[in-house]
């Protein structure tokens, strides 16, 4: 108990709380902007953490990851433009509600409950139960990832809104785009021509932006040529979500809070997955499965909880083992080492309070992204007031900008354009691009380590069958590809 | 009041500008005539970009008036980043951060640009492969392990980070000096994932860059045995070197800020000098060895060797 008061007192200096508040703020706007990455903040911040003694930088630090995946929300929800990867899945019913439904501000509300929902979640798990998550994750060997990956990518089925053959096509071309560039598993060069920026594969940024972003802003264009459009005034007088809806998603948030915490605690899986995993999820479980893609508020909620969860999972390997997840991970876990702490099984022991800290700064994180989310809702939704005739060329330039900025490329922002102008003739013929990200979010993860468990088991495949968790993601991810066929026949 | 606010925002903005210019003072003698971009041919936030930030605030504040401004350029897996910096104006005004595959990719056919289009200023790091194994594992020193290897031939399983990446290379190295045989597993997205790996008792062994492996080493489920480098590392005194041993191996990992070839020697001296400074000062060490990671001083003619003798051993290993 007297850690815990310690760690209190650690955080509560008012210089430390300024600290988190900025690096929510930070977080959110580089999560809400496409392009700028949470590596990119974490990296640009962090040597201002590394001048800062004790936990003021890092809590700066904590404040930008979770602030950053809560983001991606906003742009998502009001652009149709995701602004991380982890956002993608938000697009499929938030941006519905805002534009369709003309709620915004509902949609807003949902998301930034779900966030801070999740986030909050998925600490409380990270502080009762780490040691056994730590456990488990480390069960993961290839095979069980790469069945991990199978799982996910039969949730194209259920993100191709209608057209299950359409989709899995888009998902077998992001599959296709994820072979290009080096092979790791052979040291093979795979569909370069010869180039040496394809030699690094197909950036994936550049896509997100071009196939989302500027395909939306096209269509856009498209629309306000066919139609004066009269955009009305959206004015919303709560942006606390009502009971009705809480009530209404919070098994929901339940469920994607867990499903997050869980794949955000096997290391090298993230918010990208989490968000769709408990996308998926929702709709199968949902009574109003039919109308998710329409705005449907359980379909905000999922993705929100489920990416937002990852934060407090991905801390339970860096924190009980020492094992960054991910990028983001990585440098935080560097931030720590300079003050001092050493992740790992020993810190539990050595600097328990340091620990508690971090968990109350990750707890008091979520908090503040809440009520800098619940203030700004009002602000963020004038967005969709704005005429086209404005908005559209700044989200133009934006997306030249935003990909630019990703990696210091022209190249980056070929493939932006050239991906963006099949989005929108891929939009118009009905696929989704969902499933094309998935394809390229999953398909190196799924090749990988298919190739990775045969070198291991001599080319037997009988490893896949033989590992108890491996067997249930496979047989999880048949299930998820058969049940809509069997539920259409009785239908 | 509106107008008010304008002129306000224009003089704010303008203080701005004038205030991001001060630091090129075009009469100024170099490095202080301009700022100095760094090319940085790897993403933000992984090890590369986070030593090349830090030795260059170092530089920034022994080199005074000077303004160093990194840009990240993770293309092609790097490999454009190095170009760029091979093809930049040779002034002083563009330097670079370039890796270890930069010895490797010419021989592997991934890249035509090499060591010689480059002078060196310094190598901030020169991270050694350790072989790292499980403390369940029935082998204690470096002598067992290669007897067990020889025993259970194609039977232990060798985590690397990618077929033909650096410690892909150093087990490759490893089979050719012992005579043994591993089955290679590779973890492409890195060292992370080796770690995760082994301490899951996944596969059994690996060649790496201990730095990662630090947290596990320091609680006790993974040990170290040896390492691949001239000298112990700083951070685990107990492991022998393979030179100590009776095998000079060095596979390393390293960093080094460079100019492209042509940059004037004075020029390179400058830096090089405050290199010298910054690479023996106790903050530059302290801030490496905090992240768990051995500082290097391998400055100047000395990096530009480093860079010649790892070139010339892939080539000879690669080549055959």
């Known amino acids: 108990m007297a850690d815990v008061i310690t760690a209190i007192g650690m955080v509560a200096d008012p210089f430390h709380l300024l600290c988190l508040v900025f690096g929510v703020g930070v977080g959110i706007m580089f999560g809400a902007m496409p392009g700028l990455s949470v590596n990119m903040g974490l990296a640009l911040l962090l040597p201002l953490a590394f001048a800062f003694k004790g936990m003021a930088g890092i809590l700066m630090l904590l404040g930008i990851y979770c602030g950053a995946i809560y983001g991606g929300s906003i742009s998502a929800i009001l652009l149709k433009t995701p602004g991380t990867p982890a956002s993608v899945a938000t697009t499929l019913d938030g941006y519905p509600m805002a534009v369709k439904l003309r709620q915004p501000g509902r949609a807003l509300g949902l998301s930034t409950t779900a966030s801070a929902f999740g986030g909050i979640f998925s600490t409380i798990c990270l502080i009762i139960s780490a040691p056994l998550l730590a456990k488990i994750s480390l069960q993961f060997s290839k095979p069980e990832y790469f069945a991990l990956a199978v799982f996910g990518l039969s949730i194209i089925t259920s993100v191709s809104s209608g057209n299950v053959i359409k989709g899995i096509m888009g998902g077998i071309l992001g599959l296709f785009l994820a072979t290009v560039g080096i092979d790791a598993m052979s040291g093979a060069v795979r569909f370069t021509a010869d180039t040496t920026y394809l030699l690094g594969g197909v950036s994936f940024i550049p896509i997100l932006i071009g196939v989302f972003a500027l395909a939306q802003m096209l269509q856009s264009v498209e629309d306000c040529w066919q139609k004066s459009q009269i955009r009305q005034h959206v004015s919303i007088d709560n942006v606390l979500p009502t009971v009705a809806d809480l009530k209404r998603v919070f098994t929901t948030l339940i469920r994607s809070s867990a499903i997050g915490t869980f794949i955000g605690c096997i290391p090298g899986t993230g918010g990208d997955i989490a968000s769709f995993v408990a996308y998926d999820q929702a709709k199968r479980w949902s009574k109003h499965s039919a109308n998710f893609g329409n705005g449907e508020p359980e379909g905000v909620a999922a993705p929100e909880a489920g990416n937002n969860a990852v934060s407090g999972g991905a801390f339970i390997p860096v924190l009980t083992l020492g094992i960054p997840g991910d990028g983001a991970t990585a440098i935080m876990m560097g931030a720590l080492m300079v003050q001092g702490l050493q992740p790992g099984p020993l810190l539990f022991i050595d600097k328990a309070p340091d620990v508690y800290a971090i968990f109350i700064g990750l707890l008091l994180a979520n908090i503040i992204m809440a009520c800098m989310g619940y203030s700004l809702i009002r602000l963020f939704v004038k967005l969709t007031n704005v005429p086209n005739a404005i908005l559209l060329p700044v989200i133009l330039l934006m997306t030249f900008v935003g990909t630019y900025s990703y990696g210091n490329s022209m190249n980056d922002v070929y493939v932006m354009v050239v991906s963006g102008i099949l989005g929108y003739v891929l939009n118009k013929l009905k696929f989704s691009m969902s499933a094309v990200i998935i394809g390229i979010i999953l398909g190196g993860m799924a090749e990988q380590n298919f190739v990775g468990s045969l070198i291991m088991s001599d080319g037997n495949p009988s490893i896949f069958f033989t590992r108890p968790i491996c067997l249930f993601f496979l047989a999880a991810a048949a299930v998820s590809l058969i049940a809509p066929l069997m539920m259409k026949k009785k239908a | ?320």
């Open chain 2, 1 to 320: 009041m509106k107008r008010i606010f304008a002129v306000l925002m224009m003089t704010a903005m303008l203080l701005g500008m004038v205030g991001c210019s001060g630091g090129a003072d075009k009469k100024a003698a170099y490095p202080a005539d301009g700022d100095i971009t760094v090319i940085i041919p790897k993403a933000p936030g992984g090890g590369t970009d986070t030593s090349a930030r830090g030795l260059i605030s170092f530089l920034q504040k022994e080199l005074k008036g000077s303004k160093f401004v990194p840009v990240n350029k993770p293309d092609g897996g790097g490999i454009t980043g190095m170009v760029e910096l091979a093809k930049a104006k040779p002034d002083g005004h563009t330097l670079g951060m370039v890796t270890v595959e930069l010895a490797m990719f010419p021989h592997q056919g991934k890249a035509t640009v090499t060591n010689k289009d480059f002078v060196s200023v310094c190598a901030p790091i020169a991270a050694p492969a350790a072989l790292i194994v499980p403390k369940e594992a029935p082998y204690n020193s470096l002598d067992e392990f290669v007897k067990y290897a020889k025993g259970n031939a194609g039977k232990i399983q060798m985590g690397n980070s990618g077929t033909g990446a650096i410690w892909h290379i150093a087990a490759l190295n490893f089979e050719k000096e012992f005579g043994v045989q591993f089955k290679h597993v590779p973890y492409p997205k890195g060292s992370a994932d080796i770690a995760a790996a082994l301490a899951g008792k996944h596969i059994d062994a690996t060649l790496a860059d201990p730095s990662v492996f630090k947290s596990q080493i320091d609680a006790g489920t993974l040990k170290i045995l040896a390492v691949m480098a001239d000298t112990r590392s700083e951070f685990y005194p107990n492991a022998p070197t393979f030179k100590e041993l009776g095998h000079p191996m060095a596979i390393r990992a390293w960093a080094a800020l460079v100019a492209p070839k042509d940059t004037p020697k004075e020029k390179m001296e400058v830096l090089r000098k405050a290199a010298e400074k910054v690479c023996n000062s106790k903050e530059f060490k302290d801030y490496f060895k905090k992240q768990g990671i051995d500082p290097t001083a391998i400055v100047g003619d000395a990096c530009d060797k480093m860079m010649a003798d790892d070139d010339a051993m892939y080539a000879r290993f690669l080549k055959k």
